[in-house]
């Protein structure tokens, strides 16, 4: 069981620092009228999940995968605010990262 517990934290390590990213751009960012969320809630979606990671807890893996979706808040935002590019790696690190698993 602890070699489950040590490949967790192992795996939240680069999710948090690119959720931490994506938060960073996020607090820079004019909200987007194409978006589902204000820059406001997507800021404390993603906030809330850094904090849970850091306290090796959970987050909703559903959530996130919405915030990351094709045309989702983050990258509506992301256009919006010409972090588009940046956008696009930090997705493709978080789909290498999460997947399908649980957080």
Avoid at 4 to 25: A, F, H, Q, Y
Avoid at 74 to 94: G, K, M, P, R, Y
Wanted: with cysteine.
């Amino acid at each position: 069981m602890a070699e489950k517990n040590t490949k967790d934290k192992i795996d939240r390590i680069p999710l948090l620092g690119l959720l931490s990213r994506c938060r960073e751009l996020v607090n820079e960012s004019e909200d987007s009228v194409w978006s589902c969320m204000d820059v406001e809630e997507i800021y404390h979606r993603l906030n809330d999940a850094v904090e849970l990671l850091k306290e090796n807890r959970s987050t909703d893996a559903l959530e996130l995968h919405l915030l990351f979706a094709p045309t989702g808040p983050l990258q509506e935002t992301s256009i919006q605010n010409d972090w588009s590019e940046e956008f696009l790696v930090l997705a493709e690190q978080f789909d290498a990262t999460v997947g399908k698993k649980r957080l």
